[in-house]
């Protein structure tokens, strides 16, 4: 054999053996993800499928993710519970969901007035934000993985036309996180009903009014047969983002390979599910004021009110929960900068593009 055909099957050689013992190598792993979402809600609980299938692909079928849908083997509220006893090994939720246990995990999902989608990247992965929230997660026994995002909610279905902080008041109201508390401050009756019951409690009247997330998800929820007047924005949503969340002991038995894959896994479900809600939104937003949706944008003074309520609010738990008050801290600082950016870049560009594009239509 000649010098250079030698060193050629040298140089195959070892890729051809080393594939078959890696394959061999990996082990059989396989979990069970407890989505906080009905299968109804095909961005929302697909996403939870589309990181299992990705997980899947990457580790050639040796890790295993199977999906359910809300409540199959645990019901949305007892997720994290189910987490820390191991009961299941992940889920796939909005950490808002479990504000009663520690405040601070409405930061992982979003926060009146606060960072939008692009900006709450941004704390993630640049400022701090995700060491921020796997210290909390890890008190819970918890690992956690952002993993989608719904971009800007609408701001809530409405039996009756809300014109001042008068017409709010005494209305029972579905809202999530910090916002609920908020609300009841401006003499709401908030209350966080499961998305399974969201309709069923409109209609019999349990409920004045809900929020959920946008058109999509709200023309599947039907919510526009029973009460017709659409706020615009929901400014207590600016962006909520979603987590996958582990077992912390199942978490740390996986080879790294696993964690990885689990890693790129839910990156790439950061970017895609609000890619598909900006698709789906627009088009659903049509079908649903042609089904007699009511579009109306919130009055002024009604924001402001809420603004203040806010800022008041964070100030007292911040005041008895240290940890609430360093995550505070951060988060507020960060938007600050990034506030100011946006006006300078984003919002001018927004305020003409889109006024003029109506203009010319």
């Not at 993710?65 to 987490?83: K, T, W």
């Not at 601070?104 to 007035?113: D, S």
């Not at 579009?295 to 609430?324: D, H, S, T, V």
Request: proline fraction near 6%.
């Amino acid at each position: 054999m000649n010098r250079r055909a030698l060193m050629g099957a040298a140089a195959t050689a070892p890729v051809a053996l080393a594939t078959p013992a890696l394959a061999q190598s990996l082990p059989e792993v396989r979990w069970r993800c407890q989505s906080a979402f009905p299968r109804v809600f095909d961005i929302l609980f697909g996403t939870a499928d589309r990181i299992a299938a990705r997980v899947g692909q990457l580790t050639e079928g040796k890790f295993r993710i199977q999906v359910f849908p809300a409540g199959e083997v645990v019901g949305p509220a007892q997720i994290i519970d189910a987490l820390q006893q191991g009961s299941i090994e992940s889920a796939h939720t909005a950490a808002y969901y479990y504000i009663g246990k520690e405040p601070g995990f409405a930061f992982l999902t979003a926060m009146p007035f606060g960072l939008n989608t692009r900006q709450l990247t941004a704390w993630f992965r640049q400022g701090g934000g995700n060491q921020l929230a796997s210290e909390l997660l890890a008190e819970y026994g918890i690992a956690g993985i952002p993993a989608g995002d719904t971009g800007a909610q609408m701001g809530g279905w409405f039996r009756n036309e809300v014109t001042s902080l008068e017409q709010l008041r005494g209305l029972k109201f579905r809202i999530a996180g910090l916002a609920g508390r908020m609300f009841t401050r401006l003499g709401v009756q908030a209350t966080l009903i499961p998305p399974a019951d969201i309709y069923p409690s409109l209609e019999r009247g349990v409920i004045d009014a809900v929020e959920f997330v946008g058109p999509h998800d709200d023309e599947r929820g039907n919510f526009v047969r029973v009460a017709r007047f659409y706020y615009a924005p929901g400014f207590w949503e600016p962006g909520a983002r979603l987590h996958f969340m582990s077992n912390q002991r199942a978490w740390a038995a996986l080879p790294d390979l696993y964690k990885h894959a689990l890693e790129v896994a839910c990156a790439e479900a950061d970017s895609d599910m609000v890619a598909r809600y900006d698709a789906a939104n627009p088009p659903a937003l049509r079908r649903l004021v042609a089904a007699g949706a009511q579009l109306r944008f919130w009055p002024r003074p009604i924001m402001e009110a809420a603004w203040k309520a806010n800022e008041e609010q964070n100030a007292e738990i911040a005041g008895q929960n240290a940890r609430f008050a360093k995550m505070l801290e951060s988060y507020n600082r960060f938007r600050t900068e990034q506030f100011q950016w946006f006006r300078i870049a984003e919002n001018s560009f927004d305020n003409f593009a889109f006024s003029a594009a109506q203009t010319v239509r």
